[in-house]
């Protein structure tokens, strides 16, 4: 698995740590070999990812992870599972950007630890990027369920739960 950090904000410290757990936990639980794809993420402030927001989805506020999928894998019916992206050299699943500020007052907000959070958070884009989407009620329990399952592997708690 190639992970491309790029960090603008230097609050993040070591993300590329916590990019690599949760994309590799994701594509393992989803019987996907993380050695033959590649994920780039931006690990920004608020203000950038409210710039992103507003150019990419005309919302002009922050929010706490955005992802970009290289290719369209949704499935077509709601509860479906996506259709897994092919390997190959170089296989890139797509983008992730996430905030700082709006991630570390979500998880002081709701008492969970930052590393958990930003991990679950990370997992959560990596999800979008293989297809997986929460707008349909079907497909967000899917999501959901996988978050849970994957997050719980490593030790953290249901997010959902709380």
């Known amino acids: 698995m190639t992970v491309d950090c790029m960090v603008e904000e230097p609050r993040w410290g070591d993300i590329a740590t916590l990019a690599e757990i949760a994309t590799v936990a994701t594509l393992e639980r989803l019987g996907l070999d993380p050695s033959v794809f590649e994920i ?8 950038r990812i409210a710039a992103l927001n507003e150019d990419f989805r005309g919302k002009p506020r922050a929010t706490n992870v955005l992802s970009w999928p290289s290719d369209e894998r949704a499935a077509a019916m709601d509860g479906e599972m996506p ?3 092919r390997p190959g050299p170089d296989a890139e699943l797509g983008d992730i950007a996430i905030a700082y500020g709006t991630c570390a007052r ?5 008492g ?3 590393r958990d959070h930003t991990i679950h958070l990370l997992v959560h884009g990596t999800l979008h990027l293989l297809g997986f989407d929460h707008e349909r009620d079907r497909d967000a329990t899917l999501m959901e369920g996988l978050e849970t399952e994957i997050l719980g592997k490593l030790g953290i708690r249901d997010p959902y739960r709380d």
């Open 40 to 47: 780039s993420v931006l690990a920004c402030n608020d203000a």
């Open 83 to 85: 259709a897994p992206p």
């Open 106 to 110: 979500e998880a002081a907000e709701a």
């Open 112 to 114: 969970k630890l930052m």
